[in-house]
Each structure stands twice: as structure tokens, then as C-alpha cells.
């Protein structure tokens, strides 16, 4: 099962998981309450769901788009 792509991970990829890896099976999420602010949640994996534009602006002049 690939269940993280079809592609070779990069070396360092296991070091990076979590100690807990959890694949929905339905529409039902696992929470807690533990802390009062969320530390994250989050789905897939895809090309689009990971992929951020970022724009830095300097006063009114555009300096840099990360997002190509």
C-alpha cells in the first residue's frame, strides 16, 4: 500500500512523521481537549493542498511571488 504516493519518500521522510498517524475512513474526526488552542489538523496531501502562495510586499512596491 502506498499510502503516502507512488514516488520515492524523500531520506529524511520517516523522520518527520509523527508518532501518530491517523487515515479517515469517514466523514468522523478525533479530537480532544487538551489544549485550548488547536496545534493543527490536517487532511491530505495533494498538489493543491500543500502548495501556499506567498507575496512579500515592501511598502507599495512588490518584491518577490513565491507562488509559481
Known sequence: ???FGKEVSH???QDFLGDFISCAI???NLDYDDHDIILGSHAGATKE???IPVI???G???VRNFSN
Open 1 to 3: 500500500m502506498k499510502l
Open 11 to 13: 531520506p529524511r521522510f
Open 26 to 28: 469517514s466523514d468522523l
Open 49 to 51: 493542498e500543500i502548495q
Open 56 to 58: 512579500l510586499y515592501e
Open 60 to 62: 507599495k512596491k512588490k
